[in-house]
């Protein structure tokens, strides 16, 4: 069946984004959980919009169909270099792996596509505000933008590739100091015009940047904690000025930077990956330190039947919903391979309990 057939889930939305920050500020509990998804294909939009996605007002009413009390805003430095390289690759009969900067030379050598904006040179970022004040004038009563930034970390080993980082945390740390603090800097000049911009329309802040695997983190704890960390915390600070909550976004197992995050002022984790991490481990071990988001597995979503979806979200919200502090959604990105008939029942499902 083609998602265009499928449609919107049949739901009386009524965004109430007050609703959604209660639940992820573990104020208070709420039978049908707020629903969460973080970036969400164009097909599964346009599938309930019925029609193609052209603007932020677009996004808004999608987003609405869809059962969120939010829109997901996302903010970006440029990074043309790496976009060239991986065009490359992609061209390339034997991919060489993405090398642009190995030593500090190599990135003093030249001007980078984000580092106008890490001096403060936002013209780069019009079309973000611009999408911005298409979402901020379309929002219906009771729905808010979830302002979301990334990378600063993935950004920096994508730069160098992942074994020549590896090796320049012990040879060359002041190379990862230097490229990380430059993309922080962008990121975070960018975002913070955007925060002031957006005013009250925004109602959460996001950070996703994959640090971990399966099994454990990507790198040791203290690498985080000297080079990353201090970063997220900017962004933390800066949501926390307008009053905005600070949602993070990693794929893996992150138990050994839990006691990090809570004390950045982290206040939700996302996405819950099932092999990698226990929901219940994290309520129990850190108990009224963290909203949790996601955890519907993503692998079901794409090859299971609607009928095995509608059991698993239902078994995951009567568990992990007890006392509150869950959002259900994909336990990833909610990519094109999702079926489209299986998100939206995960949908109906979750908004069935306020039957």
Known sequence: MSTASIGRPRIDPRPDFARFRQTL????????????????????LEAVLGRPVRDGGD???AYRLAGFDYVQLMSYCPMDELRARYAEEKAASQPAGVRLITTVEEYRARRWS?????EGDLSRHEPVFARLEEMRAALPQGMKILAQTADIFTFAWELMGFTEFCLATYETPELIETLMSSIAAAQTNSFREVLRRGGDSIGA???SDDIAYTEGLMLAPDFFRDFLFKHMKQLIDLGAAHGLPFIYHSDGRLYQVFDDLAALGVRAIQPLEPKSMDPLEIKRRWPGKF??????????????????????????????????GYM????????????????????????????
């Not at 208070?28 to 629903?35: E, G, I, M, N, Y």
């Not at 984000?114 to 890490?118: F, K, V």
């Not at 519907?296 to 919903?321: C, F, K, W």
């Open 59 to 61: 996004m808004v009413e």
């Open 114 to 118: 984000w580092q106008a904006m890490a």
């Open 25 to 44: 500020l573990l104020e208070q509990a709420f039978k049908r959980p707020p629903l969460f998804d973080f970036i969400i294909d164009h097909t599964h």
């Open 205 to 207: 802040i996001m950070y």
């Open 328 to 355: 259900p959604g994909v336990s990833n990105t909610v990519p094109y391979y999702v079926n489209h008939a299986n998100w939206v029942r995960m949908i109906e499902t979750v908004y069935s309990f306020e039957s």
């Open 291 to 324: 909203c949790l988001l996601g955890n519907i597995d993503l692998d079901l979503m794409a090859r299971g039947s609607i009928e095995a979806v509608e059991r698993h979200v239902r078994e995951r919200v009567e568990t992990l919903n007890v006392g509150g």
